[in-house]
């Protein structure tokens, strides 16, 4: 299966020369273990998608190339998001992001042929003290870049979202004050397991790639952040004020990468990794965490 062109510039000497003796490996676009890079548009300048968002109940798609941008506005149902290849909704009640799901459209970069939800959901556990008083404090939204940014009397937690069919399209962040536990939850047919190649944590549905799909894909992509629990289905985080966590689908959930650093602020040009990583093939020995 080909792979897409990096989009990324300065090789490592080290890698490059791994890559030369590691036949069947290609090259990541960005946006793997740096806590999901979304707000440039997840690593590339182009535009891939088209999402519309509805905020107490109207809708608003702004024409190619134009903002749309809400500021101090107290929300009273949830923020519908949908896209081309990505759609979810976020619940002002919990602060929570639900059915984060994966249309299908036809792309060749995407990983089903149907809708698929991805994460049933991503909650971030909040007192009733921290959750008291949420207004939306700036919702951005541009072709296929949402940015929209909860306050509450304790803090402000910050959602990043591209409508891409993989890369690294996802990014939550918590400012509270305190660490702030996230509990994320797949999808149904959906599965953490070990990738054979790389020792790290994926989670997918065991669908090989085909004419019609690449293989799906993903990654919880922390940052600050710190793992307290993994079974198949559900992971649960502790997230420092400042930290993030990601989520990064396709190739660059499996590339060869080190990880991010531990960055509170400004972090979103300073840790991405300046450089092409190679991508091993597909897993094939998908057994679920605990099973």
């Known amino acids: 299966m080909s792979r897409s062109t990096p989009r990324r510039l300065l090789a490592v000497l080290a890698v490059s020369t791994a890559v030369l003796l590691v036949p069947g490996i290609a090259q990541a676009r960005g946006g793997g273990d740096d806590g999901g890079a979304v707000e440039d548009g997840g690593g590339g300048g182009a535009v891939t998608g088209d999402f519309a968002v509805t905020v107490n109940g109207r809708t608003s798609d702004p024409a190619t190339g134009k903002d749309f941008r809400v500021t101090d506005l107290a929300p009273t149902s949830p923020v519908v998001v949908t896209g081309r290849n990505v759609t979810f909704r976020i619940d002002p009640a919990t602060l929570g992001v639900y059915d984060y799901t994966l249309t299908g459209a036809a792309d060749p970069e995407r990983m089903v042929t149907a809708p698929t939800v991805v994460f049933a959901s991503k909650v971030p556990v909040l007192t009733p003290a921290q ?15 949402l940015v929209v940014t909860f306050s509450t009397a304790a803090g402000t937690l910050k959602v990043q979202a591209k409508d891409a069919p993989q890369g690294g399209i996802f990014q939550m962040e918590q400012e509270f004050g305190v660490p702030v536990e996230f509990v994320h939850t797949l999808g149904a ?15 997918g549905n065991g669908v090989g790639a085909d004419a019609t799909h690449r293989m799906l894909l993903g990654k919880d992509s922390p940052q600050v952040a710190a793992k307290l629990a993994q079974s198949a289905t559900v992971t649960r985080w502790s997230v420092t004020s400042g930290g993030r966590m990601g989520g990064v689908l396709g190739e660059d959930a499996i590339e060869l990468s080190a990880g991010a650093t531990n960055c509170t602020s400004d972090c979103q040009a300073r840790n991405r990794v300046q450089g092409s990583l190679p991508v091993p093939a597909d897993p094939t020995a998908l057994t679920p965490i605990g099973g």
């Open 189 to 203: 047919g959906l599965f953490y397991f070990v990738n054979e190649f790389t020792g790290k944590v994926n989670f």
């Open 131 to 145: 959750r008291a008083g949420v207004r939306i404090q700036e919702l951005r939204l541009r072709d296929d870049t």
